[in-house]
């Protein structure tokens, strides 16, 4: 569920090297997840998803990855740049279900010169 | 992709005024959109899911008097915060998912930063 009243862990790479952006989900029943970004003052951008049917899938300089064993969902980013650093948000959802989807905590990415 | 329009971006306002926050969906329609608040540093908070021709439902602790939901067509859904007061600033953000869309992907609006003061 969502991680309310919790500050947002923190992730620093210098630029050119590639992100990986961790996020646990909590519903076994949940077979849609989405990344979002969100800049400063902005609401969050559509990054990328995956049904539960696939284990990765890429799109422009990100790759996702879903471990179902484990419940478990990263975001790549290759050779981050400094247009990269956002706050990042992981979403599960149920395909059809009415129930809207279930953020996680976000992670800050920062990246430097 | 699905572009969800937000106003306004920011604004200012007295205590005890009430201030209104628009969301639409510009090109699809949404029979449910939600509402969410998020203060600096932290994860989004839903508040409550507005149904197109019906009453909202609000998420538990969110006063539903204080923040009037109307989402009157499939492509506009309104958040009143009404009778501001200073602990009612923060960044209040809407989204919406395509009706047609068997997924639940949402499409946000670019936030409203509320400051009461």
């Known amino acids: 569920g969502e991680s309310v009243g919790l500050h947002l862990p923190t992730l620093s790479v210098q630029e050119g090297d590639n992100s990986i952006i961790n996020c646990a989900y909590s519903?076994?029943?949940?077979?849609?997840f989405i990344w979002y970004k969100q800049e400063s003052g902005k609401g969050p951008q559509f990054i990328i998803d995956?049904?539960?049917?696939?284990d990765k899938r890429q799109g422009q300089r990100v790759t996702v990855l879903l471990n179902k064993t484990v419940k478990h969902l990263s975001l790549q980013i290759a050779a981050t740049q400094p247009g990269d650093s956002a706050v990042y948000f992981c979403a599960e959802g149920i395909s059809g279900s009415a129930r809207q989807l279930t953020f996680g905590s976000g992670t800050q990415l920062t990246v430097l010169p | 992709g699905a572009v969800v329009s937000q106003h306004p971006s920011w604004v200012i306002c007295k205590s005890g005024t009430s201030v209104k926050i628009e969301c639409r969906s510009l090109d699809f329609q949404a029979t449910t959109m939600f509402w969410y608040r998020q203060f600096p540093k932290q994860s989004l908070m839903l508040m409550a899911t507005?149904?197109?021709?019906?009453?909202?439902?609000?998420e538990q602790g969110v006063e539903k008097d204080k923040f009037l939901i109307n989402h009157a067509s499939l492509t506009l859904s309104t958040l009143t915060v009404t009778s501001a007061h200073p602990e009612d600033s923060s960044f209040y953000i809407c989204s919406a998912r395509d009706q047609r869309d068997v997924i639940e992907k949402l499409f946000f609006g670019s936030g409203t930063q509320l400051s009461v003061l």
């Open positions: 507005s149904n197109e021709g019906s009453k909202a439902t609000y």
């Open positions: 519903n076994s029943a949940s077979d849609y």
């Open positions: 995956i049904r539960s049917n696939m």
